[in-house]
């Protein structure tokens, strides 16, 4: 679920009903939901359906959600065998409760954090896991702070340009504990990772957001100005990095209604 953009899942999918423990492995938070045969798991923006299709290949029984038409379209033509639909986080509701919701790299799409970790509650059984990761306070905060200092240069103003939710450890754990949840486990993961596509590329991909309403010709002179300021903190020896950020969280549905 991702209000319009992809999860970005890219790893090799599997088929038949044992997925390797290095496979789980290869996905970090794969391994914090222990997915195992027979559990009702829900991927709450399965993107293109690979990770979906790993926990499948545990034997669990999932159903993954997206906001995306196309991406589920496509999802669909790669795993025709899998329940797979369009719907929102925001709003999304089952009539038979899920032993675990699962999410990756999408949760920093939703900026109404409140409604869709209230639509995860509700769609949990009491005692039932929410594993997730996305990206948390800090990510890619070279960029973005060089970007706004490069529009307040123009006279443009910041607000309302960041498309992301990047919350802070303290405060998404205390929206999961106000919703009903016991939360088990937060992290805050540093990763400052390669990116061979580079700054630019990055800048181009999120254009219509950090640059909306500017026309072409300033957004490439704004775009020229960011990469210069930050190619000193963001690559070395050639090679392009990004400073990522992520929350990786665990946390149990305990008894009650939701706030």
């Known amino acids: 679920m991702n209000n319009g953009h992809s999860s970005g899942q890219t790893n090799e999918s599997w088929s038949g009903h044992s997925a390797p423990f290095t496979a789980l492995q290869e996905t970090p938070i794969l391994s914090l939901l222990q997915p195992s045969l027979g559990e009702r798991i829900l991927d709450v923006g399965c993107g293109n359906g690979d990770l979906t299709a790993k926990i499948a290949a ?10 995306s038409e196309e991406t589920i379209r496509q999802a669909k033509q790669k795993y025709p065998d899998m329940n797979i639909q369009v719907a929102n986080a925001c709003h999304y509701r089952s009539e038979e409760p899920f032993d675990a919701v699962f999410s990756h790299a999408v949760l920093h799409w939703i900026k109404d954090a409140p409604a869709v970790v209230q639509s995860i509650y509700l769609a949990l059984k009491t005692g039932g896991r929410f594993v997730a990761e996305f990206a948390g306070s800090g990510n890619t905060a070279i960029l973005i702070t060089a970007v706004r200092e490069e529009l307040h240069a123009r006279g443009y103003e910041w607000e309302g340009r960041n498309p992301w939710y990047h919350p802070k450890i303290g405060e998404y754990a205390n929206l999961l504990e106000q919703t009903g ?12 990772t390669p990116f061979k596509p580079g700054a630019r590329k990055w800048l181009d991909s999120f254009a219509e957001y950090l640059f909306s309403g500017i026309t072409p010709a300033e957004q490439d002179v ?20 990004l400073d990522r950020s992520r929350l990786r969280v665990v946390a149990i549905k305990e008894s009650g209604n939701a706030v």
């Open 58 to 67: 545990t034997g669990a029984l999932t159903t993954g959600i997206d906001f």
């Open 181 to 192: 949840f016991r939360v088990s486990l937060v992290q805050h993961v540093d990763q400052f």
């Open 222 to 241: 704004i775009m020229e100005a960011v990469e210069k300021k930050v190619q000193p903190q963001l690559m070395r020896d050639g090679q392009w990095y």
